[in-house]
């Protein structure tokens, strides 16, 4: 019979730090509150990853799967899934991606095995997986000031409408008043404001931007069917 795994004691341990008898802090927070933290252990992350410190690296990859766990039980607690779900639901993407190891196909060099994901999850897309976007694809890790930055330029390089989120003419106005050092002095005191308000301004911004994205994708769609 097997023993109980590390990956087991982390999900109790995780399971009673958001229990009745728990952590107040683990209790209070929610997917949206840990955003921060996720973006900073990454980032931590990747730091040792750079120094190939492998001591801290072992660290920093607990602080990231903390992260996960974290996010699977509070869905669990929902009712949505669990870490098991996840977990599987990442096993079965990898087998299927790779017929060449679980499967029949042959291919010969990472050039072959590249093409072959992409023509994988093009179709896995085509069948529902994930819906199309009239935006380019962009980095999902990407940090949501790039973001913000990307999902602009996309608009105006496309020439894509905007919804009632987004005002072009005072977009338009600051950035004719706008230079590198004012910049910098808004998005700090920005950044300040938001530390003094309590709101986590990576994961505002974000939100912010997805719903422009989502205002562009609906406009959009609807100008195809006029």
């Known amino acids: 019979m097997r023993g109980v795994s590390a990956i087991d004691d982390l999900l109790e341990t995780m399971a009673r730090l958001r229990g009745p008898d728990g952590c107040p802090w683990d209790i209070e927070q929610d997917h949206q509150s840990l955003a921060q933290c996720l973006v900073d252990e990454c980032c931590e992350l ?24 974290f996010h699977a039980q509070m869905a669990k607690e929902k009712g949505f899934f ?10 079965e993407k990898l087998v299927r991606r790779h017929p060449h190891v ?3 196909v042959k291919l010969e060099g990472s050039g072959q095995v590249l093409a072959q994901w992409d023509e994988i999850k093009a179709a896995e ?35 894509l409408p905007v919804g009632k989120s987004v005002d072009l003419a005072a977009i338009e106005a600051m950035a004719d008043e706008l230079d590198e050092e004012s910049a ?9 404001a938001c530390r ?22 609906e406009l959009t769609v609807a100008e195809e069917v006029v």
Not at 48 to 68: A, F, N, P, S
Not at 82 to 91: M, Q
Not at 184 to 192: K, R, S, V, Y
Not at 196 to 217: C, H, N, Q, W, Y
Request: glycine share 4%.
């Open 184 to 192: 910098g002095h808004i998005l700090f005191e920005i950044a300040a």
């Open 125 to 159: 897309k085509k069948n529902g997986r994930k819906a199309e976007s009239v935006f380019k694809s962009l980095p999902p890790a990407l940090p949501s000031l790039l973001f913000a930055y990307d999902v602009f330029k996309q608009i105006r390089k496309r020439t």
């Open 46 to 69: 990747l730091e040792t990853i750079d120094k190939l410190d492998m001591d801290h690296m072992r660290e920093e990859l607990g602080d990231v799967l903390l992260q996960v766990v």
């Open 82 to 91: 669990d870490f098991d779900a996840v977990a599987a639901e990442i096993n």
């Open 196 to 217: 003094l308000k309590g709101i986590d301004p990576e994961s505002a911004l974000r939100r912010f931007s997805r719903r422009v994205m989502k205002e562009t994708e």
């Open 102 to 104: 679980f499967g029949d």
